[in-house]
T-cell receptor
């Protein structure tokens, strides 16, 4: 079974600064996908960024980028130029064997 | 917007009563999922479906059943609700066929069992 660990229950960052959210996972599979989801107070789950395990190049979506270290089973999310609208819960998720497994989330606060 | 709706959006019920939550999609996706979200646990998979009448269990399936008689609808039933099933329930679809296997989520249903 896959496990996903987010070791930072809460993080805060000054507006316009950069923050990195950590995620590690454990699996015996070689073919899988990794995701970061954002959940604002509205409760809607929003896909932020995705990564295929066989791609060595780190994914980037505008101000969001990942540092994917397959050997270390690490998948951190970097948010650059943080904005007030980035305040939310962020969930790391692992997809393999038809199922998505989530971490417990990191609550990100943006300080104006 | 993946065209996913959930009904009801909020429900309060009493222990021992049956409850059915509905997930409806408009884009003919084969895979549909039900999750529950509780503080400190993230989202956990209850059941999923990989086609009409094809379903399988997730990690927290006890006390829940599902049905899928049409591609567009995936029902989650609590046969006899308990207070431990108070939670926020999310439905999701998975895009397949050359994509990243992303899952897109409905707006959620907040269920309170008194």
């Amino acid at each position: 079974a896959q496990t996903v660990t987010q070791s930072q229950p809460e993080m805060s960052v000054q507006e316009a600064e950069t923050v990195t959210l950590s995620c590690t996972y454990d699996t015996s599979e070689s073919d899988y996908y990794l995701f970061w989801y954002k959940q604002p107070p509205s409760r809607q789950m929003i896909l932020v960024i995705r990564q295929e395990a066989y791609k060595q190049q780190n994914a980037t979506e505008n101000r969001f980028s990942v540092n994917f270290q397959k050997a270390a089973k690490s998948f951190s999310l970097k948010i650059s130029d943080s904005q007030l609208g980035d305040a939310a819960m962020y969930f790391c998720a692992f997809f393999g064997n038809e199922k998505l497994t989530f971490g417990t989330g990191t609550r990100l606060t943006i300080i104006p | 917007d993946a065209g996913i709706t959930q009904s009801p959006r909020h429900k309060v019920t009493e222990t021992g009563t049956p409850v059915t939550l509905r997930c409806h999609q408009t884009e003919n996706h084969r895979y549909m999922y039900w999750y529950r979200q509780d503080p400190g646990h993230g989202l956990r998979l209850i059941h999923y479906s990989y086609g009409v009448k094809d379903t399988d269990k997730g990690e927290v399936s006890d006390g829940y059943s599902v049905s899928r008689s049409k591609t567009e609808d995936f029902l989650l039933t609590l046969e006899s609700a308990t207070s431990s099933q108070t939670s926020v329930y999310f439905c999701a679809i998975r895009e397949t066929g050359g994509s990243y296997n992303e899952q897109f989520f409905g707006p959620g249903t907040r269920l309170t069992v008194l």
